[in-house]
């Protein structure tokens, strides 16, 4: 197989014949698996050495959790993409670690194929969850854009987006790939990558939760 070739991942699971299987089961599939951890201090340290492109991550882990991990990565520079990889497909969890700037969301019952895809999605961006935690995190973006917006972007001087800007924004909020608005728009992958970190730049937000946030909170979400 070759669809993670070229990807630089790393591993973190305190359990080390799990933590071994995922590694290997990447490698197998052409990542380039630049480090893996068993513990959160670990874990922050070898990530910011190696710079991963996506880091597959356990949320219970000893010394420091892993939802506090992603926190300390997320946003850096360089920002690893972050899909965790957990036994727990609990509510609290799930939302937890996708506030904490995780992209997505893989329960451990998932397949060798469904773990490399979603490896292979994350790093493009796009957010991946096991089937049936997609509508839970949606409807927690728009729990979220019903309470008051903590900055007004909409005050003389904020900045505009372009009309493109816009409309892959509105896609976003919508839920699409990066794959998907690509295909309806008629442009390139890598386009739709620019727009949206031109995006982020633009209006001060750190990832894609933010982003969705304040598209739903301007009703880009709709038709």
């Not at 998932?110 to 997609?134: C, K, M, N, Q």
Request: glycine content about 10%; overall charge negative; hydrophobic content about 40%.
């Amino acid at each position: 197989m070759t669809e993670g070739t070229g990807l630089r991942v790393m591993v973190v699971d305190d359990h080390p014949m799990w933590r071994d299987a995922v590694a290997r089961d990447l490698a197998e599939a052409g990542c380039d698996v630049v480090a893996t951890a068993g513990d959160g201090l670990q874990a922050v340290r070898r990530a910011q050495a190696t710079a991963p492109d996506v880091l597959v991550l356990d949320l219970n882990l000893p010394g420091l959790p892993g939802v506090q991990v992603c926190k300390e990565l997320v946003g850096g520079d360089p920002s690893p993409r972050v899909l965790v990889l957990s036994a727990s497909g609990e509510h609290a969890d799930v939302l937890e670690a996708v506030k904490s700037g995780a992209t997505g969301y893989l329960l451990k019952s998932a397949s060798t194929e469904e773990l490399i895809d979603a490896v292979r999605r994350t790093a493009a961006g796009d957010p991946v969850f096991t089937p049936g935690l997609a509508g839970l995190v949606l409807g927690e973006y728009r729990r979220l854009a019903a309470e008051p917006a903590p900055a007004a972007a909409d005050e003389p001087g904020a900045p505009r987006l372009t009309e493109r800007e816009t409309e892959v924004l509105r896609l976003v909020a919508k839920g699409l790939s990066y794959k998907q608005i690509a295909e309806r728009l008629v442009i390139s992958h890598r386009t739709v990558q620019n727009h949206v970190q031109n995006t982020l730049g633009k209006l001060q937000l750190h990832n894609r939760v933010e982003l969705v946030r304040y598209a739903i909170e301007r009703g880009l979400d709709g038709v």
